[in-house]
């Protein structure tokens, strides 16, 4: 019989399977609710435990995307006091992602076996479509639903918020879109009817878009720290440096996690066709099958930028996130050479003679 805590968690019955059918009954399983720098908080059914990979586990990882991250489901064994040992990663069945800032070909895993995940926007000062579409691409190439949750609508002119909101209806198809001021609450009931009993639901965006606030409202109680606005600019400050999970009681699971302001998507190019979805449709027009979009006659996407149907920052960030991918894949494979790079580039060139 699984335990009301592991169901409070989001445990279902493949989990249950995958234990029976891989000898685990004999290990605590637990989910990871907090990590930073390689340290883990497992809570299972008799309470929290410190965790520690085991050497076998360690031994065994060939990236950083095999440790464990928050989300994930683990079998353990308690040790002394609060102790426990990881033994075993069970299968995620989402996984969050980015590159990792820095390390050219890397990725960076934000969170696990996710639902749901929240994209948090600030509709103000801070307000950036580019970073949005890039947040939405990480969505859809981990294959989680996005929610979009516009933030400090309170602070918000009204005809801004009318002229952002045009931007965003205009850019994003088929996206749920919620209003949110952590200030007056208006929004706040929409948000908290969304959460499901089960389910898991990430908090993503740049820092100061009011995730931790939202997250202690929703909880009931103050479980993150969060800093006021800053003085004339009204941006919030960084407030979460670590990734943490949190259990609603008779609702769902929620992780917040850092700010993020610089964004990598680290997928295929395929990823970019949800996200992008209105260059694609056009692309089916296009003379060529496998036109780029930027020099081809009889492009239909190049026709719909110069008539304003769609606009330039949209069709500019595409482009950025298409050539980051690239790279990202030539330097995942271990093709840093310039030669090789020069050659793609050469290629995409030499599609001038078709003019």
């Not at 019989?1 to 290990?27: E, W």
């Not at 009817?193 to 100061?208: D, L, P, Q, V």
Request: with cysteine; charged share 30%.
């Amino acid at each position: 019989m699984i335990s009301l805590i592991l169901n409070d968690l989001g445990y279902d019955s493949q989990l249950d399977t995958f234990i029976q059918s891989h000898d685990l009954a004999d290990f605590e399983i637990g989910r990871i609710i907090r990590e930073s720098k390689k340290k883990y908080m497992v809570k299972t059914e008799l309470g929290n435990y410190n965790g520690q990979i085991s050497g076998k586990l360690r031994h065994e990882a060939k990236s950083r995307s095999d440790y464990p991250a928050v989300g994930d489901w683990v079998a353990i064994k308690p040790m002394e006091k609060d102790q426990a040992i990881i033994h075993e990663i069970l299968p995620r069945k989402t996984i969050i992602e980015r590159q990792a800032i820095g390390r050219f070909g890397k990725k960076q895993t934000i969170a696990t076996n996710v639902d749901v995940a929240f994209v948090m926007q600030d509709i103000t000062h801070d307000f950036n479509l580019n970073r949005l579409d890039r947040l939405i691409a990480i969505c859809f190439a981990s294959k989680i639903q996005p929610v979009v949750i516009l933030t400090k609508i309170d602070i918000a002119e009204k005809f801004e918020l009318a002229d952002r909101m045009a931007q965003i209806d205009k850019r994003f198809n088929d996206i749920s879109i919620s209003l949110l001021s952590n200030k007056s609450m208006e929004g706040f009931p929409a948000i908290q009817n969304m959460i499901e009993y089960g389910k898991t639901y990430c908090f993503i965006g740049a820092s100061g878009a009011g995730k931790s606030t939202l997250i202690n409202n929703l909880v009931g109680e103050k479980v993150m720290l969060t800093k006021s606005l800053r003085e004339k600019s009204h941006k919030g400050q960084h407030t979460t440096s670590h990734r943490e999970l949190f259990i609603l009681k008779d609702s769902g699971v929620l992780i917040d996690t850092p700010g993020m302001r610089e964004l990598g998507v680290a997928e295929s190019f395929k990823t970019l066709e949800s996200t992008f979805e209105i260059i694609f449709t056009l692309s089916d027009s296009c003379k060529y099958s496998d036109c780029t979009h930027l020099i081809e006659p009889e492009c239909a996407v190049l026709m719909a930028l110069e008539k304003n149907e769609i606009d330039r920052s949209y069709y500019d960030n595409f482009h950025k996130m298409k050539e980051e991918q690239s790279q990202f894949e030539l330097n995942k494979r271990g093709i840093k050479d310039k030669g090789t790079i020069k050659k793609m580039k050469s290629d995409s060139k030499n599609k001038k003679s078709r003019r």
